[in-house]
């Protein structure tokens, strides 16, 4: 494919990826008055890809990976760092420089049915970019073989040498000879060309007989047979279709500019498992027909592996991993990765696997975790050493209260909370004891466990309900509940992280680098002091028989 | 997959569907968005059903739960609900749609009720269960295999007068009798569910009210189904709030639908559904607008619930990877109608019909060798008219002449005989030469009664 690309433009720089992102960040609510904590949905992240591959993107609901297609084509302006499009910073990009850059980089969205407006018919949505970017603008190259300045004038404009021109003139031998780009629907015969030659300088005047709106009908024709749609199709409207044939139209328009990359938001979720088969094989045949680099988001893994080179995993703004396909899904070196593989459920009842079932969901990246992105849900967070040997049910409570204080110290608080605070009303932690039982029980609470709780105390609850609790974190914990009974939240929330905190929660990991062909993981767990992330798994599933 | 099947099928079925048929009426058209078709689901047991959009998987379900709106109706059939707490409650409310079948056991003998259909020259093939389709009816009423309940279910009492045709409660003191659900009225169904029969939706957002807290609402379900009020209310929607995995019930049961992410969401749908304390719960693609990690959570969580409460579930989506994880027994259904009904060990294992056969193969990573997906031509036809043919044909790569001349019938194509696996197809019964099999279909497909 990449062949393909550089026989059609050999002045770009073949070896180079298309695209490369470095650096890059895409906040939101930044500034305003007490705008001092923006939602971080990419957070700086790093990566290339090469021309004619397909990159997936996947990750959960608010993990960053729309925000970045958007930003890659400049939908969402990045907060920092730099987006390389052929070695140009497109982030820098404004006014005509940028329309014209729009012509490279096209997105097709998720939902079909909200990208199409309902009031134009599909040719004229798919005829709309073309109208707006003036195409085509008929530029013409001319092939010189004395190598003089050459002026163009009439109907055309000077081809940029970077690109294939409309049309070509070519001037040797006896008058020019003339010759039309394919995509256009007209023969050399209606261009008219007058060259009048200097002895160090060409000037051709162009005059073209067919309109470029006869031109246009004919491409957004081109395009609806190059979809697997049909010409009649030109004047229907978008309620007309179903979900695959509009995403057919959505892929139609995205292409109708002839772009080099395309972003694919989410381009098949929306659609029954036979039409996205149907969608997945079209895309496979644009990308080898036109040479299309494409950047694939999906939180579907299965359809990611099956039409994906490489594969970006995301997670809260970060990339947790990234490399071939093929080799991380079989062997996923991040813990992230190895758990939301492990979810997928899999088209064969006989499967019998352990699974690793996250707990929670992804916390706020207006307030992303110190350290690890993941470390709030990693099942294989690294323990500090005292801790280390503890059992299962201890290290999961010690976790989910972390989570219930945190979640507690970040809630948003209404005017009525505000109020109840002032007058010292109520702190909405006065049933931590009942909280804390529900925790540390192994059955969720002490009546469960058959323990008779009439006439116990607070203290004598917890007591009895730490019981379940390996000694050695015991004695941590009971301080914590008694700190949040005496009200002091933000001080037991503290004691508890500085008692069960590692690395992981307090030093953002590094890209280490984890397969001779340039897999990258965000993990701990990389460094050498500790276990591979496939051995404490094993130990986790081990454990939990 | 947490019950093994064979235990619970040798009891009789929680929930029956039979023929069952919904149309909707347009002026242009009357769509037959289920067409005929008949499943049954055990306590304890989860039935899946599989299809894409357009296939007839929602219609079923809110058939089952009388939501369906005009232009819709249900046109024929019936919904067996045999809850023995539901039955005795409407039977208590409407004693006068109510039939006793232990009185009519004292007044009529059915064998001679059944003679007295055959002299009337009645139809008598709704009586013949599987395996008995030539046999002669009042030999198998003294067998004991048609018993006057099934005289009474096929609604051939009322042909004969005996009994009311609007009556739809039948108790019976033997196995607690059925409440046929297509003729409650819309107090009736009001009492069926919630307490009967829960459901629950794809998007939580519209099960929920956005101005109410979460425990209100649960507090509401708890209030109308189990009358309790108070304090004892708040404290049984935390117990569902924690029952449901939401970690820190105490404080989630005071927050907003828009406090909730979507998983949580989802699981106080679930909550909402168990205060009504249901027999059967009816999940409508409950995780397809969810990530992989939370949908496994939720499917876990359901899998868990179903276990404590001997919950029947019926599930559908258009997930074969979701199927393949949570039901026992998985429908195909097809433009209305259902293809192929098996365990779902058969449906993945020894797919029957081209349809799932075609489905199966179009998912990504079926065939990691091949380069392209596989995948089935054209789109799912619209049910407009009566079948007359097989729906499926244009589409199918096996079809021959016959298909598009004959409507094939369920028919039993199972390995294994414990299986009960069928196939409306007409390449089957596979030990037939295709004619045989042609005629086959062709008998028994005149042989349907049809609205």
């Given at each position: 494919?990449?062949?393909?690309?550089?026989?059609d433009?050999?002045a770009?720089n073949?070896?180079?990826?298309?695209?490369?992102?470095?650096?890059l960040k895409?906040?939101?609510?930044?500034?305003?008055?007490?705008?001092?904590?923006?939602?971080?949905?990419?957070?700086?992240?790093?990566?290339?890809?090469?021309?004619g591959?397909?990159?997936?993107?996947?990750g959960?609901?608010?993990?960053?990976k729309?925000?970045?297609?958007?930003?890659?084509?400049?939908?969402?302006?990045?907060?920092e760092?730099?987006?390389?499009?052929?070695?140009?910073?497109?982030?820098?990009?404004?006014?005509s420089?940028?329309?014209?850059?729009?012509?490279?980089a096209q997105?097709v969205?998720q939902?079909?049915?909200?990208?199409?407006?309902?009031?134009?018919?599909?040719?004229?949505?798919?005829?709309?970019?073309l109208?707006?970017?003036d195409?085509?603008?008929?530029?013409?190259a001319?092939?010189?073989?004395?190598?003089?300045?050459?002026?163009?004038?009439?109907?055309?404009?000077?081809?940029?040498?970077?690109e294939?021109?409309?049309?070509?003139?070519?001037?040797?031998?006896?008058?020019?000879?003339?010759?039309?780009?394919?995509a256009?629907?007209?023969?050399?015969?209606?261009?008219?060309?007058?060259?009048?030659e200097?002895?160090?300088?060409v000037?051709?005047?162009?005059s073209?007989a067919?309109?470029?709106?006869?031109?246009?009908?004919?491409?957004?024709?081109d395009?609806?047979?190059?979809?697997?749609?049909?010409?009649?199709?030109?004047?229907?409207?978008?309620?007309?279709?179903?979900?695959?044939?509009?995403?057919?139209?959505?892929?139609?328009?995205?292409?109708?500019?002839?772009?080099?990359?395309?972003?694919?938001?989410?381009?098949v979720?929306a659609l029954?498992?036979?039409?996205?088969?149907?969608?997945?094989n079209?895309?496979?045949?644009l990308?080898s027909?036109?040479?299309?680099?494409?950047?694939?988001?999906?939180?579907?893994?299965s359809?990611?592996?099956?039409i994906?080179?490489?594969?970006?995993?995301?997670?809260?703004?970060?990339?947790?991993?990234?490399?071939e396909?093929?080799?991380?899904?079989?062997?996923?070196?991040?813990?992230?990765?190895?758990?939301?593989?492990s979810?997928?459920?899999?088209?064969?009842p006989?499967a019998?696997?352990e699974?690793?079932?996250?707990?929670?969901?992804?916390?706020?990246?207006r307030d992303p975790?110190?350290?690890?992105?993941?470390?709030?849900?990693c099942?294989?967070?690294?323990?500090?050493?005292?801790?280390?040997?503890?059992d299962?049910?201890?290290?999961?409570?010690?976790?989910?209260?972390?989570?219930?204080?945190?979640?507690r110290?970040?809630?948003?608080?209404?005017?009525?909370?505000h109020?109840?605070?002032?007058?010292?009303?109520?702190?909405?932690?006065?049933?931590?004891?009942?909280?804390?039982?529900?925790?540390f029980?192994?059955?969720?609470?002490?009546?469960?466990?058959?323990?008779?709780?009439?006439?116990?105390?607070?203290?004598a609850?917890i007591?009895?309900a730490?019981d379940?609790?390996d000694p050695?974190?015991?004695?941590?914990?009971k301080?914590?509940i008694?700190?949040v009974?005496?009200?002091?939240?933000?001080?037991?929330?503290?004691?508890?992280?500085?008692?069960?905190?590692?690395?992981?929660?307090?030093?953002?990991?590094?890209?280490?680098?984890?397969?001779?062909?340039?897999r990258?993981?965000?993990?701990?767990?990389h460094?050498?002091?500790?276990?591979?992330?496939?051995?404490?798994?094993?130990d986790?599933?081990?454990?939990?028989? | 997959?947490?019950?093994p099947?064979?235990?619970t099928?040798?009891?009789?079925p929680?929930?029956?569907?039979?023929?069952?048929?919904?149309?909707?009426?347009?002026?242009?058209?009357?769509?037959?968005?289920?067409?005929?078709?008949?499943?049954?689901?055990?306590?304890?047991?989860t039935?899946?059903?599989?299809?894409?959009?357009?296939?007839?998987?929602?219609v079923?379900?809110?058939?089952?739960?009388?939501?369906?709106?005009?232009?819709?109706?249900i046109?024929?059939?019936?919904?067996?609900?045999?809850?023995?707490?539901?039955?005795?409650?409407?039977?208590?409310?409407?004693?006068?749609?109510?039939?006793?079948?232990?009185d009519?056991r004292?007044?009529?003998d059915?064998a001679?009720?059944?003679?007295?259909?055959?002299?009337?020259?009645?139809?008598?093939?709704?009586?013949?269960?599987?395996?008995?389709?030539?046999?002669?009816?009042v030999?198998?009423?003294?067998?004991?295999?048609v018993?006057?309940?099934d005289?009474?279910?096929g609604?051939?009492?009322?042909?004969l007068?005996?009994?009311?045709?609007?009556?739809?409660?039948?108790?019976?003191?033997?196995?607690?009798?059925?409440?046929?659900?297509?003729?409650?009225s819309?107090?009736?169904?009001?009492?069926?569910?919630?307490?009967g029969?829960?459901?629950?939706?794809?998007?939580?957002?519209?099960?929920?009210?956005?101005?109410?807290?979460?425990g209100?609402?649960?507090?509401?379900?708890?209030?109308l189904?189990q009358?309790?009020?108070?304090?004892?209310?708040?404290?049984?929607?935390?117990?569902?709030?924690?029952?449901?995995?939401i970690?820190?019930?105490?404080?989630?049961?005071?927050?907003?639908?828009?406090?909730?992410?979507?998983?949580?969401r989802?699981?106080a749908?679930?909550?909402?559904?168990?205060?009504?304390?249901?027999?059967?719960?009816?999940?409508?693609?409950?995780?397809?607008a969810?990530d992989v990690?939370?949908?496994?959570?939720?499917?876990?969580?359901?899998?868990?619930?179903q276990?404590?409460?001997?919950?029947?579930i019926?599930?559908?989506t258009?997930?074969?990877?979701v199927?393949?994880?949570?039901?026992?027994?998985?429908?195909?259904?097809?433009s209305?109608?259902?293809?192929?009904?098996?365990?779902?060990?058969s449906?993945?294992?020894?797919?029957?019909?081209?349809?799932t056969?075609?489905?199966l193969?179009?998912?990504?990573?079926?065939?990691?060798d091949?380069?392209?997906?596989?995948?089935?031509?054209?789109?799912?036809p619209?049910?407009?008219?009566?079948?007359?043919?097989?729906?499926?044909?244009?589409?199918?790569p096996k079809?021959?002449?016959?298909?598009?001349?004959?409507?094939?019938?369920?028919?039993d194509?199972?390995?294994d005989v414990?299986?009960?696996?069928?196939?409306?197809?007409?390449?089957y019964?596979?030990?037939?030469?295709?004619?045989d099999?042609?005629?086959?279909?062709?008998?028994?497909?005149?042989g349907?009664?049809?609205q």
């Open positions: 494919m990449s062949e393909l690309l550089q026989e433009d050999p770009t073949e070896n180079g990826p298309l695209v490369e992102v470095n650096g895409t906040y939101y609510d930044t500034g305003g008055l007490f705008g001092s904590n923006p939602v971080k949905a990419v957070d700086g992240v790093d990566f290339a890809i090469d021309r591959e397909t990159l997936g993107l996947v959960e609901s608010g993990s960053g729309t925000t970045l297609g958007r930003t890659l084509v400049q939908l969402e302006s990045a907060t760092g730099e987006v390389l499009f052929d070695g140009t910073d497109v982030t820098t990009l404004s006014g420089d940028l329309k014209n850059w729009r012509r490279e997105i969205f939902d079909p049915e909200s990208s199409l407006n309902h009031r134009m018919t599909i040719g004229e949505i798919i005829r709309e970019p109208d707006v970017h195409w085509p603008n008929f530029s013409v001319v092939d010189d073989p004395e190598d003089r300045s050459v002026s163009v004038s009439g109907d055309g404009i000077r081809a940029d040498p970077n294939s021109a409309d049309i070509t003139v070519e001037l040797a031998g006896a008058g020019p000879s003339i010759a039309v780009r394919d256009l629907a007209m023969n050399a015969d209606s261009v008219d060309v007058s060259v009048s200097q002895s160090s300088s000037s051709v005047s162009v073209v067919v309109s470029k709106a006869q031109l246009r009908r004919a491409h957004v024709r395009l609806l047979e190059t979809v697997g749609l049909r010409e009649e199709h030109y004047y229907r409207y978008p309620h007309q279709f179903s979900g695959g044939q509009r995403q057919r139209v959505g892929i139609a328009r995205s292409l109708a500019l002839e772009p080099e990359f395309v972003v694919l938001d989410e381009p979720s029954d498992v036979s039409v996205q088969a149907k969608i997945l079209l895309l496979e045949d990308q027909e036109f040479g299309l680099t494409y950047l694939f988001i999906a939180h579907d893994l359809v990611v592996r099956h994906c080179d490489r594969v970006a995993v995301m997670y809260l703004g970060h990339i947790m991993e990234i490399g396909t093929e080799e991380l899904f079989q062997n996923p070196e991040n813990p992230y990765t190895y758990s939301l593989l979810a997928i459920p899999e088209p064969d006989t019998d696997r699974r690793v079932t996250l707990r929670g969901t992804p916390p706020s990246p975790p110190s350290g690890c992105p993941f470390s709030t849900r099942p294989v967070k690294i323990r500090p050493e005292a801790f280390r040997d503890v299962e049910h201890t290290w999961e409570s010690v976790e989910t209260l972390r989570e219930i204080l945190r979640e110290e970040n809630r948003e608080m209404g005017v009525r909370d109020a109840k605070a002032l007058l010292g009303l109520e702190t909405g932690f006065e049933d931590f004891v009942d909280v804390a039982e529900e925790v029980t192994r059955n969720g609470s002490l009546e469960a466990e058959g323990v008779a709780t009439e006439g116990l105390d607070d203290s609850r007591e009895r730490l379940d609790i050695v974190a015991r004695e941590p914990l301080e914590t008694e700190l009974l005496a009200d002091k939240e933000s001080r037991a929330h503290e004691l508890l992280v500085e008692t069960f905190e590692s690395d992981c929660g307090e030093q953002s990991p590094e890209h280490h680098s984890v397969s001779d062909s340039g990258t993981s965000y993990c701990h767990r460094r050498s002091e500790f276990d591979d992330t496939a051995v404490a798994f094993d986790l599933l081990s454990s939990a028989e | 997959m947490a019950t099947v064979s235990q099928t040798t009891e009789s929680l929930l029956s569907v039979k023929n069952l048929q919904t149309s909707f009426f347009t002026d242009k058209e009357t769509i037959r968005a289920v067409d005929r078709i008949s499943f049954d689901i055990h306590r304890g047991e039935v899946g059903i599989v299809g894409e959009s357009g296939s007839g998987k929602s079923t379900a809110r058939s089952i739960m009388g939501l369906v709106d005009s232009p819709g109706r046109v024929g059939g019936s919904v067996q609900f045999s809850d023995v707490d539901t039955v005795e409650r409407l039977a208590e409310e409407y004693p006068g749609q109510t039939i006793d079948l232990a009519i004292a007044e009529h059915p001679a009720l059944i003679e007295q259909l055959q002299s009337r020259e009645a139809d008598l093939s709704r009586l013949n269960g599987p395996g008995m389709a030539d046999r002669d009816p030999e198998l009423v003294r067998e004991g295999s018993t006057m309940g005289l009474v279910a609604g051939y009492t009322d042909q007068g005996i009994t009311d045709e609007d009556a739809y409660i039948v108790r019976d003191a033997d196995d607690g009798g059925f409440v046929d659900i297509t003729g409650a819309e107090a009736a169904y009001r009492k069926i569910r919630g307490r029969i829960a459901m629950i939706f794809q998007d939580p957002l519209t099960s929920l009210n956005p101005v109410y807290t979460v209100n609402q649960i507090k509401e379900a708890i209030r189904h009358g309790l009020q108070g304090d004892e209310a708040h404290q049984e929607a935390i117990r569902l709030l924690e029952a449901v995995s970690p820190d019930a105490h404080r989630r049961v005071d927050e907003y639908p828009h406090e909730f992410s979507g998983g949580m989802q699981r749908v679930i909550a909402m559904a168990l205060a009504c304390k249901p027999q059967l719960l009816i999940c409508d693609e409950p995780t397809t969810l990690t939370i949908q496994a959570q939720i499917l876990e969580l359901l899998m868990e619930i276990e404590e409460r001997d919950l029947a019926m599930f559908i258009h997930d074969m990877g199927i393949a994880e949570i039901a026992d027994q998985v429908n195909v259904m097809y209305g109608e259902l293809v192929e009904k098996a365990p779902v060990e449906v993945f294992g020894a797919p029957k019909h081209p349809y056969q075609g489905l193969e179009s998912i990504p990573g079926r065939h990691p091949e380069d392209r997906l596989r995948t089935i031509e054209g789109d799912v619209t049910p407009n008219v009566k079948p007359t043919y097989c729906r499926f044909a244009p589409r199918c079809a021959f002449d016959a298909c598009d001349v004959v409507h094939p019938v369920n028919v194509v199972s390995e414990d299986d009960n696996h069928t196939a409306a197809c007409l390449l019964p596979e030990d037939l030469p295709e004619s099999a042609v005629e086959h279909h062709r008998k028994r497909g005149d349907g009664d049809d």
